[in-house]
């Protein structure tokens, strides 16, 4: 029986944590352990951990200072023992109780994958789910480059060596898995496995020029297409300007032309 390390890294996520945690701990596959890794919440985050820790021994509480999120999940993927891995941010949480079931079930199928990804729905604070989003099974590594198509807390992998760039702040997990793609036998499934909630505050909402840049950075360093690397330059710089002058129109006509060019191109150019 294939044993799961689920990682959840949180800061000052007390609203949203219970959710995750009941998600996770509730799940009818029992052999997992649950890593949380906490930048020293003070919100009350801590009280709700310690809670679900004392009751259930599967959870490892981990509360010290670090320097953002891939750090924590870092430190977590240096403490995992299971078989399978995977992480949930502290404002997400598993579809149903039956989800580690469903994946343990498709890395044992007979194509063996290295990584298990499934399809994910969105919801709002409130839990509203909102939007399907399906993984896009089959889609070529080359394209998933450009265009991040993977909802993170949908995917499972094979425990390796592996580890979150940390110098970045907003594409650490795209990085991640462009590499991780790479050589490794995937497996999509049909199956919605998480609820990503979204809204103002989180960090994947927030389209800004630290994150255009990020983008243009990363295309430059896996350097699959010159095209789509200037492009990601000029989103970048148009996003850094209209932030200095105070022009949102300016992002929302770049962000027109990146929506064009992405189905102009056939998902060829892509700055998302």
């Known amino acids: ?5 689920v990682i959840t890294p949180t800061w000052n996520q007390a609203e949203y944590i219970e959710d995750t945690i009941q998600s996770v701990i509730g799940q009818t596959y029992k052999n997992l352990e649950y890593i949380i890794v906490d930048n020293c919440s003070d919100d009350g985050t801590r009280e709700i951990v310690e809670k679900y820790a004392k009751e259930d021994d599967r959870i490892l509480y981990i509360r010290e200072p670090d320097k953002g999120q891939a750090e924590a999940i870092n430190k977590g993927l240096e403490r995992a023992t299971g078989d399978i891995v995977c992480w949930l941010n ?3 949480y598993y579809y149903d109780d039956k989800v580690l079931e469903k994946v343990a079930d498709a ?3 007979p194509e063996a994958p290295d990584i298990v990804v499934g399809d994910a729905w969105y919801c709002d604070k409130e839990k509203k789910l909102t939007e399907y989003n399906k993984s896009n099974r089959g889609v070529p590594q080359w ?6 198509y993977i909802v993170q807390p949908s995917v499972f992998w094979k425990r390796s060596k592996l580890r979150l760039d940390e110098s970045y702040t907003y594409a650490f997990d795209w990085k991640f898995f462009i590499l991780m793609f790479e050589q490794a036998k995937v497996k999509y499934t049909e199956e919605a496995y998480s609820v990503y909630r979204m809204y103002e505050d989180n960090k ?12 243009y950075r990363l295309q430059e360093e896996i350097g699959v297409s ?13 996003y850094e300007a209209a932030e200095k002058k105070n022009r949102p129109q300016d992002k929302k006509r770049v962000d027109f032309w990146s ?5 102009l191109t056939g998902k060829r150019i892509c700055s998302f």
């Open 1 to 5: 029986m294939k044993k799961f390390t």
């Open 143 to 148: 394209v998933i480059s450009r265009w991040y």
């Open 226 to 238: 010159k095209w789509n690397t200037a492009w990601c330059k000029h989103v970048y710089k148009v």
């Open 107 to 109: 890395f044992a199928s």
């Open 204 to 215: 994947t909402g927030q389209d800004n020029a630290k994150r255009k840049y990020e983008i």
């Open 259 to 263: 929506r064009l060019l992405f189905h």
């Open 90 to 92: 502290s404002d997400d």
